[in-house]
């Protein structure tokens, strides 16, 4: 297979919940993308932080509570700890990965600010969920507690929301892309990069959590790779997943992959963000398609074995 520009977004719900659940998920996602990078493809890795982020946020403000001194941590900040705590075990374990291959390819983490529109409607709907799972009694209470704002996740449990707005500039490009030439492997974009809008007097953070689909599929236009890699905990996409008529989906036109989005097909917060940024990517420019699937799969989804393929219409790969 000719070598291909490739951005891989990786889930933050697949990392764990502990330093100790996400040190063995980070291995396993780890050999996935040093097998792609064997195989002579340039790799740019984004990922979520949803789980990190809210818990790194809660403990930070309940610690502040108690302190001499008290204190709130705001959410970009907490954004960019998750940065570095998750590319600090992805990082080390790729580079690791990648030396038992024979390969000698830096890996870099690089600390990403992404701009957003203080117009963006999201700030007046918060969706984005964030932090664990708990129950509708839970919830109830944090909401009446620390006015937070709740919301069922897909059939599994209720999430703390936060708005979700768009991302509008990679603020970091320019050094991408020079890391790139240099045949770095860059993780970058993380958890949807550091929320930030432009202020008479620079930029400045602010509290929200950007899709990491849609920035990785911003990130991908950006630079022009040629495939947009979505890994995630199922093998492919299904209709009626989970039920007993589910079917499974291998390659999707883009226009076919939109009726099934106006159909309802796909649940907000998990499979319907992917799908979202995969159409968009497909569409962006001829030749140009998306993949999700597992990590296990994602050398024989690249191959078109394993996988959901998004293609735009006059791509006939």
């Excluded at 951005?7 to 996602?29: C, D, H, I, R």
Aim: with cysteine.
């Amino acid at each position: 297979m000719e070598k291909k520009r490739i951005v891989v977004a990786l889930g933050g719900n697949a990392l764990g919940n502990t330093p100790e659940e996400q040190e063995k998920a980070v291995s396993a996602a780890a050999r996935a993308i040093a097998e792609l990078r064997a195989e002579g493809h340039e790799l740019i890795i984004g990922h979520g932080n949803g789980p990190q982020v809210g818990m790194i946020h809660q403990a930070l403000n309940d610690a502040g509570k108690n302190a001499r001194a008290p204190f709130r941590m705001p959410f970009p900040e907490c954004t960019a700890m998750s940065q570095g705590y998750i590319g600090f075990h992805l990082q080390r374990a790729l580079q690791e990965e990648l030396h038992r291959r024979g390969l000698r390819d830096p890996v870099v983490s690089l600390v990403t600010q992404v701009r957003v529109e203080p117009s963006d409607p999201a700030f007046s709907h918060p969706e984005k969920p964030i932090g664990d799972f708990c129950t509708a009694e839970e919830a109830a209470r944090m909401e009446k507690e620390k006015g937070w704002i709740y919301m069922e996740d897909a059939g599994r449990g209720y999430r703390r929301v936060v708005p979700s707005p768009a991302p509008a500039e990679i603020m970091e490009l320019e050094g991408i892309r020079r890391m790139l030439e240099a045949g770095i492997v860059v993780i970058t974009v993380g958890g949807g990069g550091i929320p930030v809008i432009r202020t008479a007097e620079g930029l400045k953070g602010v509290d929200a959590v950007i899709d990491k689909d849609r920035a990785s599929e911003k990130l991908a236009e950006d630079i022009s790779a040629d495939i947009l890699m979505i890994l995630t905990a199922v093998d492919r996409v299904y209709l009626s997943f989970g039920k007993p008529e589910q079917k499974a989906l291998e390659t999707l036109r883009t226009a076919e992959a939109e009726r099934y989005l106006r159909e309802g097909h796909f649940a907000p917060g998990s499979m319907l963000p992917k799908m979202e940024a995969a159409i968009r990517f497909a569409t962006s420019a001829p030749e140009r398609y998306a993949v999700i699937t597992s990590l296990e799969k994602a050398c024989a989804a690249l191959r078109g074995k394993e996988g959901t393929r998004i293609v735009g219409q006059e791509n006939r790969k």
